[in-house]
């Protein structure tokens, strides 16, 4: 499926969103959609922390990429979910109302470009030509196509694929592709037969920053404040330990362990994954540089800038005036821990 099959998916889901939601307030379900990033806060997933915390039933369920969440949000199948900046930044131009609670991470080199062995890439200015790939309408997209324009290149230069990450996987390791910007636990694989060219955090300083979120249904946010709240916290407490310490996140770890189970890959992996990240404090994240200002807010200004960039690559068709009412710092401001 290309980008363009996708967000018109989420464009016609978005005219489901009055449909009634799976969960409601009344009886405490809620269904929240992680994928397979590796996150402090998923081992609350795999031990039952977030729902013991929160109060509500929760039903878990796995993602391959932002655009499938958001297509589920639109639907009503979904209510909370973790996703990139870009795809939040074209669900949201299609007129699906979200709001981004809290920030798991920033451009860091937890997401990269690896090009494989034998592709005749060296550096950027071997990428002419080439085939690479990135998940559909995902930040290493909108990053990868980014960077190539920044090297004065399009995609008439660089044949860039679409594709969820399993397949850039299969299709990097039959030599199909050149290379691949991906996401862990794609990101180990493609190490194993090359190299990396450029993080997310390089291709953020060439001005094309991105952050990863979980984010709500506004309707459902509006309603269980409370529940956002208790999941702010339940995280805060993860990113905490991971934080001050470092033991208990090494490769023999039980968070480690269960981070695998929840995630797949092995422990070893898991923890080398975390060490990647780039994370911000909560206090950082409700500040104006982030979810808190309005429309001062930081992570406001970069949802327009890639939508931005994303109509200039024909990819959404209209660039809101302001993306303010899609960041809140609420659920941060007093979050239990």
Not at 12 to 26: D, E, H, R
Not at 59 to 83: L, P, T
Not at 224 to 235: R, T
Request: glycine letters at 8%.
């Amino acid at each position: 499926m290309n980008i363009r099959t996708l967000l018109a998916a989420i464009t016609l889901g978005s005219a489901s969103l009055l449909a009634p939601f799976v969960a409601q307030a009344g009886d405490k379900k809620v269904v929240v959609a992680y994928q397979t990033d590796a996150l402090p806060s998923s081992v609350a997933i795999a031990n039952g922390e977030f729902a013991k915390a929160t109060g509500y039933d929760i039903d878990f369920r796995k993602f391959n990429s932002g655009a499938e969440i958001f297509a589920a949000i639109a639907s009503g199948d979904v209510q909370v979910g973790y996703v990139g900046s870009s795809p939040l930044a074209a669900a949201t131009s299609r007129g699906l109302e979200v709001k981004a609670f809290y920030l798991s991470s920033i451009s860091g080199i937890d997401e990269a470009l690896v090009v494989r062995n034998g592709s005749g890439i060296a550096a950027l200015s071997d990428l002419k030509g080439k085939k690479l790939a990135a998940a559909p309408v995902s930040t290493d997209h909108y990053q990868l196509l980014a960077l190539i324009k920044s090297l004065g290149l399009t995609e008439k230069d660089v044949q860039v694929f679409a594709i969820p990450q399993p397949e850039i996987v299969a299709s990097y390791n039959r030599g199909d592709i050149d290379g691949g910007f991906v996401w862990d636990p794609a990101l180990t694989e493609l190490k194993k037969n090359g190299k990396v060219l450029v993080t997310s955090k390089d291709v953020a300083d060439k001005g094309a920053p991105t952050f990863s979120a979980w984010v709500a249904a506004s309707k459902f946010a509006d309603e269980n404040p409370a529940f956002l709240k208790s999941f702010a916290g339940v995280i805060n407490k993860y990113y905490a330990s991971f934080a001050a310490d470092k033991k208990a996140w090494v490769a023999d770890s039980d968070n480690a362990k269960l981070l695998a189970n929840a995630l797949g890959g092995t422990s070893e992996q898991q923890a080398a994954a975390l060490k990647n990240l780039t994370l911000l404090t909560p206090e950082v994240q409700a500040s104006e540089a982030w979810l808190g200002g309005g429309e001062k807010s930081g992570a406001a200004k970069i949802l327009k800038e890639t939508a931005a960039f994303l109509k200039d690559q024909g990819k959404v068709s209209e660039v809101l005036p302001s993306y303010a009412a899609f960041v809140t710092p609420d659920a941060l401001v007093n979050a239990s821990n």
